[in-house]
């Protein structure tokens, strides 16, 4: 299964604007390549509450940053092209 795309705070609002316009949650889904059912819990959501904007999670923080994670990354791509990862 690919993974979800979010949508932008933009495209949020574009998605209700057309909703609100009268075009059917499926062409608005087309439009922003995303499945219907996305559109569908958008406009759920702004009905309920009235905002499109993404509301915040809580989430473990980060241990590392950005520049450090790339490092990891270029690192283990290093790593496993001259053969330091394999077992013999």
């Known amino acids: 299964?690919?993974?979800?795309?979010?949508?932008?705070?933009?495209?949020?609002?574009?998605?209700?604007?057309?909703l609100q316009d009268g075009v059917a949650a499926r062409q608005v889904a087309q439009?922003?390549?995303?499945?219907?059912?996305?559109i569908i819990?958008?406009?759920h959501i702004f009905?309920?509450?009235?905002?499109?904007?993404?509301r915040q999670r809580s989430g473990r923080p980060r241990?590392?940053?950005?520049?450090?994670d790339r490092f990891i990354q270029r690192q283990a791509m290093h790593a496993t092209?001259?053969?330091y990862?394999?077992?013999h």
Not at 1 to 18: E, F, T
């Open 81 to 83: 092209k001259n053969g």
């Open 47 to 54: 009905q309920a509450t009235a905002r499109v904007l993404e």
């Open 63 to 68: 241990v590392t940053t950005q520049r450090e």
């Open 85 to 87: 990862g394999k077992q």
């Open 1 to 18: 299964m690919p993974p979800r795309r979010k949508l932008s705070d933009v495209d949020r609002g574009r998605a209700i604007g057309w």
């Open 31 to 38: 439009r922003l390549a995303v499945a219907p059912s996305v």
């Open 41 to 43: 819990r958008l406009k």
